[in-house]
Structures are given as structure tokens and as C-alpha cells.
């Protein structure tokens, strides 16, 4: 089957540049990432578009607006409503037959729905959405550390609507795309891999958030199991330098996706893909 990839964005926001590479020092990532004089990295959304077929699957959605007073400390801005980005390519909310989160972090899924008149609306209404059972579980009961990342409006009604599907494992989605779990930035985080004509494009989602983040010791200090992140990161890197994987970095402001080699033990990023 001939797969169609496009990367689409769905706004920014700020982050803490010290939270987002933990234990590293400002001297040594300033180098590799801009900030302003607060301190604060510009970070994309990025979400993936993908037509295989009949099946016209999204992978993560961004904040959405909901949220952006609560959140403000963040600043979003540049923010797209997903009606327009889709019918720029004459498709609609209705077309989407699938919504794979990678987590269920609000800069990931709060788009999924949206408040009118008090209510909240299931932004894909036909899409079955979907998630880890061990991430949907994390999202319930979340620890304290990580409960300020999950908001009950982003997917309880999706839930009561009976649009979930969970995955316990590793699992192809349709022919030429594979969920596999990898954990550490949060329980059950989702990589998606997609064949394409142009090879295998790995939605990485905040396993590798930057291309500055490709040295496995650069962890940003939101993830929940640093250790498993620097595990999880090295097998997606292994897989990519081997096989010759685009890898996206979906909250990268300045590079959306490259292939991958190594230098030494380093892993580096080596041609540029626009996807
Ligand atoms: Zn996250």
C-alpha cells in the first residue's frame, strides 16, 4: 500500500529550557537549543497526518485551547484549529478514522476536545482513539508528579463516548503502521512507526522531543523514569541508525525530522527529511 505521510503544526509554546535536559548544564545545551533571557525554549507541535487507504490516521493532536488560561505560564501561541488545517487539504473533522496518542500529556491531546456553550465536544467524532492501557491508567490515577500533565476534559467524554481502544502490547494499527510502547518520559508512551515510499518515519513523540535530545543522557527533567527513557531512547536510536529511519522530533522549533547515525558513541542527527 502506498502511504502518505505529512508532518502538521499545531501551534507553540515555552518551556524551561533547564526542564527540558534535566541534569545537563545551560553551557552545555544552550549550544544546541536557543533561549530567550527568561530562560524559556520555544517548542513546536508537531502531529502526524497519515492515508493509508481507507484509514486516515493522526498521531497526537497539540494543547487545543481549552486549557490556555490555566496554563498559561507556557504562552502558547501560532496556535491552528484543526478544521482549518484539514480542510486545506480538502478533508475534514469527520474523515479521520483514527487518533493515536502518543501520551496523554495536554501539549499532546487537548485538542481531542473542545468546550462550546459550557459542553465539551469530541473534536474527531468518528476517529477511534488510541492509547496505552498502561498511559490510560497513568491518566487516571496519575502520581502527584505527573498529575499537572493530565486534565480530566481531554479524554473523559472520548472514554464515555466509547471511542477508546486500548493497546496492552505492541501492535500493528492497519498494514504499515506498528504502535510499540516504550516507557520512561510517562508509563505506556506510544512510537509510531510508518512505512512510507520514503522509508520508515518514526513519530518519536517526547522519547526524542528535540533532535538536541539525541545524546541518551540529555533527558529532560519532565520525564517520569529517567532511566527507562534512556533504555527506551536507545533502542529507537539503535533501530534508526540501523535501518535508516527518518526519526521526527515533534517539539523541535528548528528541525522536524532527520535520519540518524553515530559518531563515536554519540548518536547524531545526518540527513535532513522534510516530511
Ligand atoms: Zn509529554
Known amino acids: 500500500m502506498n502511504i502518505q505521510v505529512e508532518l502538521l503544526k499545531t ?3 515555552y518551556a524551561d529550557g533547564g526542564a527540558m535536559f534535566g541534569a545537563i548544564p545551560k553551557r552545555s545545551w544552550s549550544r544546541r537549543y536557543f533561549s530567550d533571557e527568561n530562560n524559556r525554549c520555544i517548542l513546536n ?4 497526518l ?16 481549552k486549557y490556555q488560561k490555566t496554563l498559561a505560564y507556557y504562552g502558547f501561541f501560532d496556535m491552528q484549529e484543526w478544521k482549518d ?13 483514527d487518533v493515536v496518542f502518543t501520551h496523554l500529556h ?18 474527531f467524532p468518528k476517529a477511534r482513539h488510541w492509547v496505552s492501557a498502561s498511559q490510560w491508567k497513568n491518566y487516571q490515577e496519575p502520581h502527584p508528579l505527573e498529575k499537572d500533565s493530565f486534565f480530566d476534559k481531554n479524554l473523559n467524554v472520548v472514554a464515555e463516548a466509547r471511542l477508546l ?12 503502521v506498528r504502535l510499540c510502547l516504550m516507557d520512561g518520559h510517562s508509563e505506556g508512551q506510544i512510537v509510531v512507526y510508518v512505512e ?3 522509508g520508515t518515519v518514526v513519530f518519536a513523540g517526547d522519547v526524542l522531543p528535540l533532535a538536541a535530545n539525541l545524546s541518551l543522557e540529555w533527558i529532560s527533567a519532565y520525564d517520569q523514569c529517567p532511566q527507562k527513557s534512556w533504555y527506551a531512547k536507545k533502542r529507537l536510536l539503535d533501530e ?35 516530511l
Open 165 to 176: 481502544q486500548l493497546i496492552e502490547k505492541d501492535c500493528i494499527l492497519c498494514p504499515g
Open 45 to 48: 507541535m508537531y502531529s502526524l
Open 11 to 13: 501551534g507553540c509554546f
Open 85 to 97: 488545517l484539514l480542510k486545506t487539504r480538502s478533508l475534514s473533522v469527520t474523515d479521520i478514522t
Open 240 to 274: 534508526a541508525v540501523r535501518m535508516g529511519q527518518t526519526v521526527i522530533y515533534c517539539h523541535d522549533a528548528y528541525l522536524r525530522s532527520s535520519t540518524v547515525k553515530k559518531a563515536g558513541s554519540f548518536y547524531v542527527k545526518d540527513s535532513l527529511v522534510d
Open 106 to 123: 495536554f501539549d499532546h491531546c487537548g485538542s481531542a476536545t473542545f468546550i462550546e456553550n459550557g459542553k465539551v465536544g469530541i473534536s
Open 50 to 65: 497519515i492515508r493509508a487507504g481507507e484509514r486516515i490516521i493522526l498521531i497526537d493532536l497539540g494543547a487545543g485551547s
Open 196 to 198: 512510507t515510499e520514503l
